[in-house]
T-cell receptor, first 119, second 113 residues
Framework: AQTVTQSQPEMSVQEAETVTLSCTYDTSENNYYLFWYKQPPSRQMILVIRQEAYKQQNATENRFSVNFQKAAKSFSLKISDSQLGDTAMYFCAFMKHVAPGGSQGNLIFGKGTKLSVKP | AAGVIQSPRHLIKEKRETATLKCYPIPRHDTVYWYQQGPGQDPQFLISFYEKMQSDKGSIPDRFSAQQFSDYHSELNMSSLELGDSALYFC????????????FGPGTRLTVT
């Protein structure tokens, strides 16, 4: 079974600074996908960034980037130039490879990290 | 752009009652997923459907059932409600061939008293 661990229940950062959220996972699969989802106080789940395990290049989306270390099974999220609107719960999630006979696409989430951006 | 629609947004039920949650996927999306997020918890996968057939099943209680209809909307039926069923229920949709691109609805907050 796959597990996702987020060891930082809460973090805070000053506006305009950089913060890194940690995520480790356990799987025996070789092909899979990793995600970071953001859940602001509105409780809407918003996809922040996605990484395919077969890609060595780390994914980036504007101020958001990941550090994917496949051998270490680590998938951290870096938020640069933090903004007040980044205040949210951040969930790391895992999905097995969606091949025929494989995963049908269900996400396995970590427990989340509550990020507060302070002015 | 059209998003996933869930109704109702809020629902209050008493123990042992039944509840029906509805999900309308993004137009042309053929796959629907249901997740349950308890208070202070991470979302847990319940069940998914593709082309009106159940495609995967997670930690869904036997008291719950779900289906997907010909217009691809889905309904989650919950019977004999318990206090522990109080949670935020998310529906997400995707195209089957792009299952890594799931779009979440705003959720239905179910409170069981």
């Amino acid at each position: 079974a796959q597990t996702v661990t987020q060891s930082q229940p809460e973090m805070s950062v000053q506006e305009a600074e950089t913060v890194t959220l940690s995520c480790t996972y356990d799987t025996s699969e070789n092909n899979y996908y990793l995600f970071w989802y953001k859940q602001p106080p509105s409780r809407q789940m918003i996809l922040v960034i996605r990484q395919e395990a077969y890609k060595q290049q780390n994914a980036t989306e504007n101020r958001f980037s990941v550090n994917f270390q496949k051998a270490a099974k680590s998938f951290s999220l870096k938020i640069s130039d933090s903004q007040l609107g980044d205040t949210a719960m951040y969930f790391c999630a895992f999905m097995k490879h969606v091949a025929p006979g494989g995963s049908q696409g269900n996400l396995i989430f970590g427990k989340g990290t509550k990020l507060s951006v302070k002015p | 752009a059209a998003g996933v629609i869930q109704s109702p947004r809020h629902l209050i039920k008493e123990k042992r009652e039944t509840a029906t949650l509805k999900c309308y996927p993004i137009p042309r999306h053929d796959t629907v997923y249901w997740y349950q997020q308890g208070p202070g918890q991470d979302p847990q996968f319940l069940i998914s459907f593709y082309e009106k057939m159940q495609s995967d099943k997670g930690s869904i209680p036997d008291r719950f059932s779900a289906q997907q209809f010909s217009d691809y909307h889905s309904e989650l039926n919950m019977s004999s409600l318990e206090l522990g069923d109080s949670a935020l229920y998310f529906c997400a949709s995707s195209l089957f061939r792009f299952r890594t691109e799931q779009y979440f609805g705003p959720g239905t907050r179910l409170t069981v008293t």
